[in-house]
C-alpha cells in the first residue's frame, strides 16, 4: 500500500495534470527576444462574411482579420500562439514562417472583373495602427514586415497592387528606395541592362526565394512580379528592366 501511495503524485506529474511545479522566476537572462520575427500581410479575396468563416473554422487561420466596413480589428488568434496563413514559405533563407510570424488578413476582394479592388483609407489606417503596435510589441525588423507573396511568390499575389506599401515606409515601418538613387542608377541600366543572373542575385540578396541558374522562367518571373506589385505597382509583368534593375539594387546596395 505505501507502495502505491508514492507512485500516485509522480504518475499524476508526468500526465501534465498535477499542481504545477514550485518555479523560481529571481533570475532573469538577458538573452532573449520575441518568438515573433515576421509580419505577414494578406489580403483575403473575399468578402467579411466568409473570410471570417474560412478564418475561424478552418483549415486557414490568421491574428487578425480587418474588415473594411465598418474599419474593425478583429483577433481570431492569440499573438502568443501560431495561426496558419503563410503556407509554404520562405524570406531571406528563413522557412515555416507561421511558426514565427504574425499575420494580418485585410478584407479585400483582390481581383475582380479585371479590377484590383482598392484599399480604403479608413481600412488602411485600421491595418497601419495594427501594424505599428505589434512592431513595437515584438521589435519586428522592417526586412521582415512582408506580403504573402513575398515569402510565397509562386503561388500568392496577396495583398496585390492596391496595397499602399509606400504608406508603410512613411511611417518608417519598411524601407524605401530613394528615388533620387534610383533615377540615377536606372539611366546607367538603360544604357545597358543587367543578365537575368544579376536580377536573380538580387532577388535573393532582398530575400526572394528564386532560381539561379540566369534563364528567365517562369519562377523567376513569378518574382519579379511580386517584387513590382510591391515598389513599381503601374507595371507588374514579370519583365526585367532598367526601371527594376534600379530598384532592386538600390534596396539591395543602398
Ligand atoms: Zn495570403
Known sequence: MRASFAAVPVLLFLAGCAASP???TSYTSANQ????????LHFTSSDFASSLKILTEGPVSSHYLV???PPT???LVDEGRRAYHAGVSSWKGNTQLNAASIGIEIVNEGLQGGAWQPYPKPQMDAVLAL???IVA???IRPDRIVGHSDIAPQRKVDPGPMFPWKRL???GLIAWPDAQAVAQRR???EQSLPDIAWFQRRLAQHGFAVPLGGELDAETRNVLVAFQMKYRPARFDGTPDAETAALLDVLVSP
Request: charged fraction near 40%; glycine fraction near 4%.
Open 67 to 69: 474588415r473594411d466596413d
Open 187 to 189: 539611366a546607367g541600366f
Open 137 to 139: 510589441r515584438h521589435e
Open 33 to 40: 527576444d520575441s518568438r515573433v520575427q515576421f509580419l505577414v
Open 131 to 133: 501594424v505599428q503596435s
Open 22 to 24: 514550485r518555479i523560481d
Open 169 to 171: 515606409a512613411d511611417e
Open 73 to 75: 480589428i478583429y483577433r
